[in-house]
C-alpha cells in the first residue's frame, strides 16, 4: 500500500497492508517484511474498506496516508455530492418551521434537523430569529446512514465559536468538495493571495457551500468567480488572473 | 469504431420517494433515451440489464433509503450501443464518487458467419454476423457481470468470445485509468 501513496487508485483495487507482505508470497516460510508493521491501530478513511488482508478501493482518486497515531490512510476524491458525517461544519438554507425544529436543507439526501434551542443564549422564552431561507453555519451531532442528519449551532461547551445565522447580503455558491478541503488547509495560499485584492468574509462549508461578501457587488462576484475557477486553474494561472485584477 | 457516443448524467444519493425507498440500500434508477423518438420496449429491457449491473457493484448498503438516478442519452448509434452505456454508465459514477466495489466495462462480440470474431462491430457488421454478445466484465479477477446473446452458436464458440473480451477489457480499463490520471493531476 505504501507505494501507491500520492497516485490516483480506482474502485477494486485492493492495496495490501505491510503488515500482510509476508502472507503474499505462497510456499515461502521465510519473514519478507522489510519494513516495520505499524504500531497500534490503522485507520481507514473515506473512499477505503476493509476486505481481508488489506483494504479495498471503493472512490477513484490520489491516496494519501498519515504517519501519525496508528497511521491513517483514505482517498482524496473530488466530488460533488455531499453525504453528512458527524463533526462537520456545514452551511444550510433553512426550508421548513416545524414546531421547535427547523428543517435544513444540507445538500445530502435527507434535510437536516435543528432544534431551536441548539443556539448560544436560546431558551424556551428567548427564541432566535430565524426565518425560512436563511443561511446557518453549524455542525452535524448526528449524521449516520440508518437516521435523519441533526445539527447544532453550539459546540461542545455551549459557546457559538462562529457558528449561527449568517448575516444578510452576501453571495452563496457551490463547488465540489475537494476545493472545499484545500481551502481548509493551513496556510491556503488561495486565501492568503485573495486577502491582499479586497478585504471580505468567508463562510466555508463542508457540503460544498460558500459564502462570500465584500464591500460592493461587484468585489463579491470577483471573489466568486476566481474561487470557482481555482478548481481548474493552476497556480500560475491563479496568480496571473489576480495580478491582472490587482493591477486594474 | 467511435462514432457512437452516450452520455450520461448521475444524480444522488438522493432523497427518494417513499413508494420507491428500499430499507437497507440505496434504489437505482436507470433511464435511457434514445436518439429519436420515445423510449419503446427495448429501451426499457436495456435499461434493466443497466440497472443490475450497476446494483452488483455500487455499494447500495452505506445509503439505505436513497435513491440514485442514471440518465443515459444516446447521441449517436453506430453499433455496439449496449456496451458504449456500460462503459458511459461506469464513468458516470466513477466521476460523481459513489462507492463502488469494482469497475464494470462493457465489450460486444460479433460472431462472424464464417467464424471469425470481431470486437466492437459498426452496425453494419452486426446486421451479417450470426451472433452477437455483449458481456460486461468487472475489474475483479474479469469477472461476467452481465451477458446479452442475440443469434445463435455454440457453447465453444461463446467461450471463446468470452476469452477476447476479457482480454478486451485490460484496454478499457487502462483507458479509465489514464482519464482518472489525467483529471487528478491539475
Not at chain 1, 502472507?23 to 519473514?31: K, N, P
Not at chain 1, 498519515?66 to 462537520?88: F, L, M, T
Not at chain 1, 468567508?202 to 465584500?214: D, P, S
Not at chain 2, 446494483?55 to 447500495?60: I, Q, R, T
Request: proline share 5%; charged share 20%.
Amino acid at each position: 500500500a505504501e507505494a501507491l501513496v500520492g497516485q490516483v487508485v480506482l474502485p477494486g483495487d485492493l492495496l495490501l497492508l505491510p503488515a500482510h507482505y509476508d502472507e503474499d508470497a505462497e510456499g515461502e516460510r521465510l519473514r519478507l517484511s522489510a519494513g516495520a508493521a505499524p504500531q497500534g491501530r490503522l485507520l481507514c478513511g473515506p473512499g477505503l474498506r476493509r476486505s481481508g488482508a488489506g483494504l479495498l478501493v471503493t472512490k477513484c482518486g490520489l491516496l494519501r496516508h498519515r504517519p501519525a497515531g496508528g497511521g491513517a490512510y483514505w482517498v482524496d476524491s473530488k466530488q460533488k455530492r455531499y453525504v453528512p458525517v458527524k463533526g462537520d461544519h456545514v452551511i444550510g438554507i433553512v426550508t421548513a418551521k416545524a414546531g421547535d425544529v427547523f428543517r435544513l436543507d444540507v445538500g445530502g439526501s435527507e434535510p437536516a434537523s435543528l432544534s431551536y434551542l441548539a443556539f448560544e443564549g436560546a431558551t424556551k422564552r428567548n427564541r432566535p430569529n430565524v426565518q425560512v431561507g436563511d443561511l446557518v453555519y453549524g455542525q452535524f451531532v448526528v449524521a449516520n446512514k440508518d437516521m435523519e442528519p441533526e445539527m447544532v449551532c453550539i459546540d461542545s461547551s455551549g459557546k457559538s465559536s462562529g457558528m449561527g445565522i449568517i448575516g444578510q447580503d452576501g453571495f452563496l455558491f457551490k463547488v465540489s468538495l475537494g476545493l472545499i478541503r484545500k481551502l481548509l488547509a493551513p496556510k491556503c495560499e488561495i486565501i492568503q493571495e485573495l486577502s491582499q485584492l479586497y478585504p471580505f468574509e468567508l463562510v466555508l462549508g463542508m457540503n460544498g457551500r460558500i459564502w462570500v461578501k465584500a464591500k460592493t457587488v461587484q468585489q463579491t462576484l470577483i471573489i466568486v468567480n476566481i474561487l470557482e475557477a481555482c478548481e481548474y486553474m493552476t497556480a500560475e494561472q491563479r496568480k496571473q488572473a489576480l495580478a491582472k485584477l490587482s493591477g486594474n | 469504431p467511435g462514432d457512437t457516443s452516450v452520455l450520461a448524467g448521475l444524480y444522488g444519493p438522493a432523497e427518494a420517494k417513499v413508494s420507491k425507498e428500499l430499507p437497507d440500500r440505496a434504489a437505482l434508477e436507470v433511464l435511457l433515451r434514445p436518439k429519436v423518438g420515445l423510449p419503446g420496449v427495448l429501451e426499457r429491457s436495456r435499461e434493466q440489464l443497466l440497472r443490475q449491473t450497476c446494483e452488483a457493484v455500487v455499494l447500495g448498503m452505506l445509503h439505505p433509503r436513497t435513491a440514485i438516478t442514471l440518465v443515459l442519452q444516446v447521441l449517436s448509434d453506430a453499433g455496439s450501443l449496449l456496451s458504449c452505456c456500460l462503459n458511459a454508465a461506469c464513468m458516470a459514477l466513477l466521476d460523481a464518487g459513489l462507492p463502488l466495489a469494482a469497475l464494470f466495462c462493457g465489450v460486444t462480440c460479433a460472431l462472424q458467419p464464417d467464424g471469425t470474431i470481431l470486437l466492437d462491430p459498426t452496425a453494419r457488421q452486426e446486421q451479417e454476423a450470426r451472433a452477437i454478445f455483449t458481456f460486461a466484465i468487472a475489474s475483479s479477477e474479469r469477472k461476467v457481470l452481465m451477458t446479452n446473446t442475440k443469434g445463435s452458436c455454440s457453447v465453444e464458440e461463446m467461450q471463446q468470445c468470452l476469452a477476447a473480451a476479457q482480454c478486451a477489457a485490460n484496454t478499457i480499463f487502462q483507458f479509465y485509468r489514464d482519464s482518472v490520471r489525467r483529471r487528478y493531476s491539475k
